[in-house]
T-cell receptor, first 113, second 113 residues
């Protein structure tokens, strides 16, 4: 079945560092790919999405490109801030998974001032 | 409020008790989803409704779990004879339609002693 594998955390970076969180997926069909974020004490929020191969999703300085050839959707940000500290989830929807979202296990990111 | 709401936010149950968790979706959203998030893990799909019809309940872990949405709006997830392994955060999400963006509620944290 469909699945998502993402980089294990925790990840600790200094402010203004470059961020990459790796995500790969296994899927039949043509799923949409997502990054969700869970800030401390808050609910799950959609950060960005891409619906087809080579699409780039972007939001709040974060980017991820849907790579079908490598089945990847890595999350990147050029210069992280303390306020980016959160748990990040890679996820997919669609293809053989139909409507349900399949999530990775999450990566906890901590940014030092 | 304009978002998805869930109640109670926290629930402590003794092993063997029955619990009922409520979800109020965004008004007008046709699709409603339940997910279970164990500590340190990503959310896992439980079940999904389109209006009042439960179209997929493949993620319910046992016959002790039951969900309903009788009028196509509010939904209740019921867990009978709770076990310690049921301890988790239960998330509800709603979307305009089957493939639309899912908006998540804050979750109900269930602790079974």
């Amino acid at each position: 079945g469909n699945s998502v594998t993402q980089m294990e955390g925790p990840v600790t970076l200094s402010e203004e560092a470059f961020l990459t969180i790796n995500c790969t997926y296994t899927a039949t069909g043509y799923p949409s790919l997502f990054w969700y974020v869970q800030y401390p004490g808050e609910g799950l929020q959609l950060l960005l999405k891409a619906t087809k191969a080579d699409d780039k999703g972007s939001n709040k300085g974060f980017e991820a490109t849907y790579r079908k050839e490598t089945t990847s959707f890595h999350l990147e940000k050029g210069s992280v801030q303390v306020s980016d500290s959160a748990v990040y989830f890679c996820a997919l929807q669609g293809g053989s998974s139909a409507s349900k979202i399949i999530f990775g296990s999450g990566t906890r990111l901590s940014i030092r001032p | 409020g304009a978002g998805v709401s869930q109640s109670p936010r926290y629930k402590v149950a003794k092993r063997g008790q029955d619990v009922a968790l409520r979800c109020d979706p965004i008004s007008g959203h046709v699709s409603l989803f339940w997910y279970q998030q164990a500590l340190g893990q990503g959310p896992e799909f439980l079940t999904y409704f389109q209006n009042e019809a439960q179209l997929d309940k493949s993620g319910l872990p046992s016959d002790r779990f039951f969900a309903e949405r009788p009028e196509g709006s509010v939904s209740t997830l019921k867990i009978q004879r709770t076990q310690q392994e049921d301890s988790a955060v239960y998330l509800c999400a709603s979307s305009v339609d089957t493939r639309g963006e899912q908006f998540f509620g804050p979750g109900t944290r269930l602790t079974v002693l």
